[in-house]
């Protein structure tokens, strides 16, 4: 039988990434879609991660454990504490959304830029970034810019709009070894960046689909 990955998602825009990124690198898998979009919700009006959402994390976790599933996939990039509360908690693989990318672009360079649209993302992912880099012993530099106003044009469902806005951010960012898409939702707006921008461009849902894959088909 073929795995089966739960992917547990807070947003509905960050479905199609992943859906996308698994027929493209591992269509045998089987997928679970997992969506609570009141996370996203949650998360956005708080500037911390309190005790109830990393128990909000692990009834997911637990969920996706009781349907048999053989990995978990998380596709929101803003709740690390949590996240690392469920991998404590079970024997399968569980991935953060942002891990393989980060992995990927530690490997490609020094000097590396990450664009993000969800703002409240930001602080957990490069305290994940900067644990990886020092484990590593890697003194790479992560420089962080937040595309404003691509993420309400993409819940308003103007999906070119929201890919212009990150293509315009990314052709101003120069001197860099690697550019990082930090929201699974961001993934559309790569192949327009990659016309524009001669370093490569790393998206989350294509690395993490990559990384479980590996991790199940040793």
């Given at each position: 039988?073929?795995?089966?990955?739960?992917?547990?998602h807070a947003i509905?825009m960050?479905?199609?990434?992943i859906?996308?990124a698994?027929?493209?690198?591992w269509?045998?898998?089987e997928?679970?879609?997992?969506?609570?979009?009141?996370?996203?919700?949650?998360?956005?009006?708080s500037d911390?991660?309190?005790?109830?959402?990393v128990?909000?994390?692990?009834?997911?976790?637990?969920?996706?454990?009781?349907?048999?599933?053989?990995?978990?996939?998380?596709?929101?990039?803003?709740?690390g504490?949590?996240?690392?509360?469920v991998?404590?908690?079970?024997?399968?693989?569980?991935?953060?959304?942002?891990?393989?990318?980060?992995?990927?672009?530690?490997?490609?360079?020094?000097?590396?830029?990450?664009?993000?649209?969800?703002?409240?993302?930001i602080d957990?992912?490069?305290?994940?970034?900067?644990?990886m880099a020092?484990?590593r012993?890697?003194?790479a530099?992560?420089?962080?810019?937040?595309?404003?106003?691509?993420?309400?044009k993409?819940?308003?469902?103007l999906?070119?709009?929201?890919?212009?806005?990150?293509?315009?951010?990314?052709?101003?960012?120069?001197?860099?070894?690697v550019?990082?898409?930090?929201?699974?939702s961001?993934?559309?707006?790569?192949?327009?960046?990659?016309?524009?921008i001669?370093?490569?461009?790393?998206?989350?849902?294509?690395?993490?689909?990559?990384?479980?894959?590996?991790?199940?088909?040793?």
């Amino acid at each position: 039988m073929p795995p089966r990955i739960a992917l547990i998602h807070a947003i509905e825009m960050a479905i199609h990434p992943i859906a996308q990124a698994f027929q493209t690198h591992w269509p045998e898998a089987e997928t679970i879609n997992i969506l609570d979009d009141s996370l996203s919700k949650d998360r956005a009006s708080s500037d911390s991660l309190d005790r109830k959402m990393v128990n909000r994390f692990l009834t997911l976790g637990d969920y996706a454990k009781s349907i048999d599933a053989n990995g978990i996939l998380f596709t929101c990039s803003a709740f690390g504490p949590a996240i690392e509360a469920v991998v404590e908690q079970h024997t399968m693989p569980v991935l953060k959304p942002n891990e393989a990318m980060f992995s990927r672009a530690l490997n490609i360079g020094k000097n590396i830029c990450m664009l993000v649209t969800f703002e409240n993302s930001i602080d957990p992912m490069c305290k994940e970034f900067q644990v990886m880099a020092n484990v590593r012993n890697n003194a790479a530099k992560l420089d962080v810019v937040f595309v404003d106003g691509a993420m309400l044009k993409l819940k308003q469902g103007l999906m070119d709009d929201h890919n212009e806005l990150i293509l315009q951010t990314a052709k101003k960012m120069n001197g860099y070894d690697v550019l990082m898409l930090a929201q699974f939702s961001m993934a559309s707006a790569r192949e327009a960046i990659s016309q524009q921008i001669n370093i490569p461009i790393l998206t989350a849902p294509d690395a993490a689909t990559k990384l479980m894959k590996k991790k199940l088909t040793k």
